[in-house]
């Protein structure tokens, strides 16, 4: 059974970083895409950022320049290095996995203070 176990959340100031993971473990041949969403109170699930097996990256417009996404596909484990973090920011991170379907973890919080 695939499992992805997430990391790294917390409570930061305005400015401040995190650095979160996700390790996926279980039956693995090889993963896709892996991904970062987050979904705020009140509001729907978005994509953060995502990056293919080969290393191509895709950002969301409000994350550009601040987030950095990377993988070791050694370790089957995606980053997400969020730096200038701002309040807006707050929410319940969802890391994914594309293998032969899609997994979900169980998503961690990160709260940003002003």
């Known amino acids: 059974q695939v499992q992805l176990v997430e990391s790294g959340g917390g409570l930061v100031q305005a400015g401040g970083s995190l650095r979160l993971s996700c390790a996926v473990s279980?039956?693995?041949?090889?993963?896709?895409?892996m991904g970062w969403y987050r979904q705020a109170p009140g509001k729907q699930r978005e994509l953060v950022a995502r990056i293919t097996r080969a290393g191509s990256t895709v950002y969301a417009d409000s994350v550009k320049g601040r987030f950095t996404i990377s993988r070791d596909n050694a370790k089957n484990t995606v980053y997400l290095q969020m730096n200038s973090l701002k309040p807006e920011d707050t929410a319940v991170y969802y890391c994914?996995?594309?293998?032969?379907?899609?997994?979900w973890g169980q998503g961690t919080q990160v709260t940003v203070s002003s």
């Open positions: 279980g039956i693995i041949f090889s993963i896709n895409t």
């Open positions: 994914n996995a594309e293998l032969t379907t899609l997994y």
